[in-house]
């Protein structure tokens, strides 16, 4: 397969202007704002099936249709640059690599939904790839590629590159905005949909970094060819991040629907040291975890969703047979305890009590009720909070303790 | 003495300001900058961010006490964040946090007593590929083992 996304990951210094426009880019862009109706775009983009990548595979040009059609409020255009599931590692490449590949796909996008302002969040701790992006939408200013009368256009654009502070939470798309407002990172209540009620109460879509992405090169080729490269309902191709475990741990540019025992066996080269496998979470930290028996299965997100579990980031960590289960979850929960915003209280006492009692277990102090406790725990997690953060947290609790019982079970005695 | 470093600092606000289509949006990056320059956030800093936003002082409290990245006391001169999920300690990173630990004879959120670096054991940085990894002042280091830990310890001032 012809690498699409990652095509210029490993040209030398493609972040730089002069190299990513050797390589064609803002060809795409230029030819769409000088030529191209907006309403051309939401409909190539819908008919290319593409999803959005940041993890709930939401239909992007669905999304962009929530727009008010009669709003006299400006629209804004937010990127979700705020990267932060565990085992996710694949918009960082993006933006060190090739940022100017994203700020084309911003570019057509904001024609598309009629927005002349663009937000990026980019997570506070990615200080060397936010200062690549910035130094890569001030040479795209200087070309007036952003700006006023882009391209002799009538149309104008500004992209302000935001950084965050360190708060996984503020990847969910409304703690975001609340971020971005300069506030903490609460989720909102929905409805209101950003798309109706978003940034400073206006119309606003937020997308991922991967997923607009892909926008300059579903209007170069055609969505057909989009919905070709993917499986049926999953358009294109996906960044898969893959560590752990492995022998070749990185980033694989793969079609939509690759099976995972090819993923892991045949691109990522095995499991380190020949050893068997034991365990793979398919797309970060939040999706149940498969165990050996259970790698037949295509990573797009309807198989997985059909197997129990999701394709959410496309992070995928390997674990092989000497990782002990009840560890990889004590640190799953220190995570979400770690990270829960606490403001649902099913979510912040939750997290938090699912991770002590995970802990006395793993320190050898479990008693036999425990496992029942952290089932109903998750249970009670589950749907009953403001964000999904809540439901991510009792994902992992469910399916260790469920495929795993026997090894949580051996610790108790 | 903050405050005269915040002076410094205003025309810079001024200019960030100018980007966001409301004042309060910019309360991250005022602190961002702030920090940046005087080491940690101080009242004098929340009280900056405040007149320059318009957010309320306690708001701005609410900020930095709840992002994992704005600090009320000094750091070191280096900070380290050590990354303490899946990916890494799947790769050993536990024994090379303690190792670290050990060199520089402090716990997680410590700074060693000539305040030259500062320990923080952070979630998911998001770069699993080179696990185990750690953050050294903004800077990735990946495939870490205890002897690359001590090279990396050894060239900074």
């Not at chain 1, 975001?176 to 206006?202: H, M, T, W, Y």
């Not at chain 1, 991922?208 to 300059?216: G, I, R």
């Not at chain 1, 209007?219 to 999953?234: D, H, T």
């Given at each position: 397969?012809?690498?699409?996304?990652?095509?210029?990951?490993?040209?030398?210094?493609?972040?730089?202007?002069s190299?990513?426009?050797?390589?064609?880019?803002y060809?795409?862009?230029k030819?769409?704002?000088?030529?191209?109706?907006?309403?051309?775009?939401?409909?190539?983009?819908?008919?290319?099936?593409?999803?959005?990548?940041?993890?709930?595979?939401?239909?992007?040009?669905?999304?962009?249709?929530?727009?008010?059609?009669?709003?006299s409020?400006?629209?804004?255009?937010?990127?979700?640059?705020?990267?932060?599931?565990?085992?996710?590692?694949?918009?960082?490449?993006?933006?060190?690599?090739d940022?100017?590949?994203?700020?084309?796909?911003i570019?057509?996008?904001?024609?598309?939904?009629?927005?002349?302002?663009?937000?990026?969040?980019?997570?506070?701790?990615?200080?060397?790839?936010?200062?690549?992006?910035q130094?890569?939408?001030?040479?795209?200013?200087?070309?007036?590629?952003?700006?006023?009368?882009?391209?002799?256009?009538?149309?104008?654009?500004?992209?302000?590159?935001?950084r965050g502070?360190?708060?996984?939470?503020c990847?969910?798309?409304?703690?975001?905005?609340n971020?971005?407002?300069g506030?903490?990172?609460?989720p909102r209540?929905?409805?209101?949909?950003?798309?109706?009620?978003?940034?400073?109460?206006?119309?606003?879509?937020?997308?991922?970094?991967?997923t607009?992405?892909?926008?300059?090169h579903?209007?170069?080729?055609?969505?057909?060819?989009?919905?070709?490269l993917?499986?049926?309902?999953?358009?294109?191709?996906?960044?898969?991040?893959?560590?752990?475990h492995?022998?070749k741990?990185?980033?694989?540019?793969?079609?939509?629907?690759?099976?995972l025992?090819?993923?892991?066996?045949?691109?990522?080269?095995?499991?380190?040291?020949?050893?068997?496998?034991?365990?793979?979470?398919?797309?970060?930290?939040?999706?149940k975890?498969l165990?050996?028996?259970?790698?037949?299965?295509?990573?797009?997100?309807?198989s997985?969703?059909?197997?129990?579990?999701?394709l959410?980031s496309?992070?995928?960590?390997?674990?092989?047979?000497?990782?002990?289960?009840?560890k990889?979850?004590v640190?799953?929960?220190?995570?979400?305890?770690?990270?829960?915003?606490?403001?649902?209280?099913?979510?912040?006492?939750?997290?938090?009590?699912?991770?002590?009692?995970?802990?006395?277990?793993?320190?050898?102090?479990?008693?036999?009720?425990?496992?029942?406790?952290?089932?109903?725990?998750?249970?009670?997690?589950?749907?009953?909070?403001?964000?999904?953060?809540?439901?991510?947290?009792?994902?992992?609790?469910?399916?260790?303790?469920?495929?795993?019982?026997?090894?949580?079970?051996e610790?108790i005695? | 003495m903050?405050?005269?470093?915040?002076?410094?600092?205003?025309?810079?606000?001024?200019?960030?300001?100018?980007?966001?289509?409301?004042?309060?949006?910019?309360?991250?990056?005022?602190?961002?900058?702030a920090?940046?320059?005087?080491?940690?956030?101080?009242?004098?800093?929340?009280?900056?961010?405040s007149?320059?936003?318009?957010?309320?002082?306690?708001?701005?409290r609410e900020?930095?006490t709840?992002?994992s990245?704005?600090?009320?006391?000094?750091?070191?001169r280096?900070?380290?964040?050590?990354c303490?999920?899946?990916?890494?300690v799947?790769?050993?990173?536990?024994n090379?946090?303690?190792?670290?630990?050990?060199?520089?004879?402090?716990?997680?959120?410590?700074?060693?007593?000539?305040?030259?670096i500062?320990?923080?054991?952070?979630e998911c940085?998001?770069?699993?590929e080179?696990?185990?990894?750690?953050?050294?002042?903004?800077?990735?280091?990946g495939?870490?083992?205890?002897?690359?830990?001590?090279?990396i310890?050894?060239?900074?001032?």
């Amino acid at each position: 397969m012809e690498p699409i996304l990652s095509r210029n990951f490993n040209v030398p210094d493609a972040w730089r202007l002069s190299v990513a426009q050797s390589r064609g880019a803002y060809e795409t862009a230029k030819k769409v704002i000088s030529s191209g109706k907006p309403l051309d775009v939401v409909a190539a983009v819908t008919a290319s099936n593409l999803r959005g990548l940041g993890g709930a595979g939401f239909p992007t040009g669905k999304k962009w249709q929530f727009l008010p059609k009669d709003s006299s409020k400006p629209v804004y255009l937010v990127i979700n640059a705020d990267e932060g599931e565990p085992g996710t590692f694949k918009d960082r490449y993006i933006l060190e690599r090739d940022p100017h590949q994203l700020i084309e796909g911003i570019i057509i996008s904001a024609f598309a939904i009629r927005s002349h302002k663009a937000y990026i969040y980019i997570r506070g701790e990615y200080v060397e790839p936010f200062m690549r992006l910035q130094s890569a939408v001030d040479e795209a200013y200087a070309k007036n590629y952003l700006g006023k009368n882009i391209f002799g256009s009538s149309f104008g654009l500004d992209i302000v590159v935001h950084r965050g502070a360190g708060a996984y939470i503020c990847g969910e798309e409304t703690a975001l905005l609340n971020s971005l407002e300069g506030g903490k990172g609460f989720p909102r209540l929905k409805p209101p949909f950003p798309a109706i009620v978003g940034l400073f109460g206006c119309p606003t879509i937020i997308n991922n970094v991967e997923t607009l992405a892909c926008v300059p090169h579903i209007l170069k080729n055609g969505p057909e060819w989009f919905v070709k490269l993917g499986s049926p309902g999953n358009g294109g191709t996906r960044l898969f991040s893959v560590s752990g475990h492995i022998k070749k741990p990185g980033v694989y540019e793969l079609p939509m629907g690759t099976p995972l025992r090819e993923m892991i066996y045949k691109h990522a080269g095995g499991i380190r040291g020949d050893k068997n496998l034991k365990a793979v979470v398919p797309g970060g930290i939040s999706a149940k975890i498969l165990t050996a028996n259970e790698i037949d299965v295509n990573m797009d997100y309807d198989s997985l969703r059909n197997a129990g579990t999701m394709l959410g980031s496309a992070g995928v960590i390997v674990m092989d047979e000497t990782t002990c289960m009840v560890k990889a979850l004590v640190y799953a929960c220190k995570f979400f305890a770690h990270e829960s915003c606490g403001q649902c209280s099913p979510c912040r006492e939750g997290t938090g009590w699912a991770y002590k009692i995970v802990k006395r277990i793993h320190d050898g102090q479990g008693a036999v009720k425990d496992l029942e406790t952290l089932l109903t725990i998750a249970k009670n997690m589950e749907g009953r909070t403001i964000c999904v953060f809540a439901d991510a947290a009792a994902w992992p609790i469910q399916s260790y303790i469920t495929k795993f019982r026997s090894e949580f079970e051996e610790y108790i005695g | 003495m903050s405050q005269q470093i915040l002076e410094t600092l205003n025309p810079e606000a001024q200019k960030i300001l100018a980007k966001y289509d409301e004042k309060r949006a910019a309360v991250l990056t005022l602190l961002h900058l702030a920090q940046d320059k005087i080491g940690h956030v101080t009242p004098e800093v929340e009280a900056w961010v405040s007149q320059w936003t318009e957010v309320p002082v306690v708001r701005v409290r609410e900020v930095v006490t709840f992002y994992s990245m704005y600090r009320q006391k000094p750091a070191g001169r280096h900070h380290i964040r050590f990354c303490t999920t899946t990916s890494c300690v799947l790769l050993g990173g536990e024994n090379i946090l303690g190792h670290l630990k050990k060199k520089l004879c402090i716990k997680n959120g410590e700074t060693t007593s000539d305040g030259k670096i500062s320990l923080e054991e952070a979630e998911c940085l998001c770069a699993c590929e080179a696990a185990p990894m750690m953050q050294v002042d903004g800077k990735y280091y990946g495939d870490l083992d205890e002897k690359k830990v001590d090279q990396i310890l050894a060239s900074l001032k």
